[in-house]
């Protein structure tokens, strides 16, 4: 799996602490290893975000990524609480 970002998820990335983006990274390393861990509350999205997935990344911290070829590409999008990037 190749995991890419957009510009708005490098931007929201940069600005966490170091705690935050350590948490990030352990979760996009199991997520590597298996994208549909139950941890990870893979889902699909619905409304505006149709055709997008979400992963948990923390208590209220979601990742929002859209796959191609099968999960051999994926494109980080867009980060941050729940309510801020549904």
């Not at 990344?57 to 309510?83: M, N, P, S, W």
Request: no cysteine.
């Amino acid at each position: 799996m190749e995991i890419v970002t957009t510009d708005k998820f490098k931007k929201k990335y940069g600005k966490l602490n170091n705690i935050i983006k350590t948490k990030i990274d352990n979760v996009l390393r199991k997520f590597m290893n298996d994208p549909f861990d139950v941890s990870l509350l893979n889902h699909g999205l619905q409304g505006r975000l149709k055709g997008f997935r979400s992963i948990k990344a923390g208590i209220d911290l979601r990742l929002i990524f859209k796959k191609e070829e099968g999960y051999t590409l994926v494109i980080l999008i867009d980060l941050g609480k729940h309510d801020d990037v549904y």
